[in-house]
């Protein structure tokens, strides 16, 4: 784990590069994080029993948009 969080925190100071290759590869890489990190706490809500409604508010989205995302999960 702590890996995977050094390993996180470098590509979050590789977004802030100078270079816009390292930089766009580091933003991709990060936007993928954000989205399994969100795709992984949506199934925990949902395993807690949390409505669409909770997990969009959580979100700051609406709950059609997260349902409309995640439905099929």
Not at 48 to 66: F, P
């Amino acid at each position: 784990m702590l890996t995977h969080m050094r390993e996180a925190v470098r590509t979050a100071e590789e977004a802030t590069s100078p270079d816009p290759r390292v930089g766009l590869r580091a933003v991709a890489a990060l936007r993928l994080l954000v989205d399994r990190l969100e795709a992984l706490q949506v199934d925990n809500a949902r395993r807690l029993g949390w409505s669409w409604e909770e997990i969009g508010s959580a979100l700051n989205v609406s709950k059609q948009a997260v349902h409309r995302k995640y439905r099929r999960r």
